[in-house]
Structures are given as structure tokens and as C-alpha cells.
């Protein structure tokens, strides 16, 4: 089993839902967070002083899967999440030990 780790833009969120759960991917976790790589964060205007937002909004889903689906799962991710501008996130993927369903006690990938 794998935990895919993306970090994508907000607007981009609904999108790969949809994209991951035509794929029969469909259990997901999503936290706002907010973070900078090499974007650095940008300069705004507020009432008239301008000030660094050093830490961008951003959201990160995590999908656990098969390892037979990683692939298919990586691809549409990013085919999903990608606009071609610089900020469009990342990816981590992590070997998972394992999974337990809480209600049943299901193991491994019966608990995904």
C-alpha cells in the first residue's frame, strides 16, 4: 500500500475529487495548509502598505492505494491538478506499514 501526499491549489480540489473517483478511487482526506517552495510567496496591497505573504494557501489531499493503482492514481492527479504556472504543488508518495478499518477490524488493503 502507498500514501500519496498532494499538494495542490485550491481551485484545483474539485477537480481531482472528480478525476480520482472516476479512476474508483475514492477515499481521501483534505486539510488546508499553507507553505511556500520555490514560489516564495508573494507581495499584496493593504490599505495601502505593502506587505509578504510568505506562507501560500494551499490544500493537500491524501489517497492511500494499492500499490497496483499508485500509477494510475499519480497520473491523474497531476493531470487534474496542473495549470503549467509555478505554484501548482507537489507530490509524496510513502510506503504504508499498515491499515486498520476501525468498525470491523479489517487489515491492509480490505481496510482502503
Same mark, same amino acid.
Given at each position: 500500500?502507498k500514501?500519496i501526499?498532494?499538494?495542490v ?11 480520482? +473517483? @472516476?479512476?474508483?478511487? +475514492? &477515499?481521501? =482526506?483534505?486539510? #488546508?495548509v /499553507? &507553505? %511556500?517552495? /520555490? !514560489?516564495?510567496?508573494?507581495? #499584496?496591497?493593504?490599505r495601502? =502598505? #505593502?506587505?509578504?505573504?510568505?506562507f ?14 499508485? /500509477? +494510475?492514481?499519480?497520473? +491523474?492527479?497531476?493531470?487534474?491538478? !496542473?495549470?503549467? !504556472?509555478?505554484g501548482?504543488?507537489k507530490? %509524496?508518495?510513502? @510506503?504504508?506499514?499498515e ?14
Open positions: 500500500m500514501k501526499e498532494a499538494i491549489r485550491h481551485f484545483k480540489l474539485e477537480d481531482v475529487k472528480n478525476a480520482l +473517483t @472516476e479512476k474508483g478511487i +475514492t &477515499g481521501m =482526506t483534505v486539510t #488546508e /499553507r &507553505g %511556500f517552495g /520555490r !514560489q516564495k510567496g508573494h507581495t #499584496e496591497m493593504y495601502g =502598505t #505593502e506587505y509578504t505573504v510568505d501560500v494557501p494551499k490544500v493537500k489531499v491524501e489517497v492511500v492505494v494499492d500499490d497496483g493503482k499508485l /500509477r +494510475t492514481a499519480l497520473d +491523474t492527479i497531476v493531470k487534474a491538478a !496542473q495549470t503549467g !504556472q509555478i501548482d504543488g507530490i %509524496f508518495v510513502s @510506503e504504508l506499514v491499515a486498520i478499518r476501525i468498525r470491523t477490524g479489517e487489515t491492509g488493503t480490505d481496510a482502503i
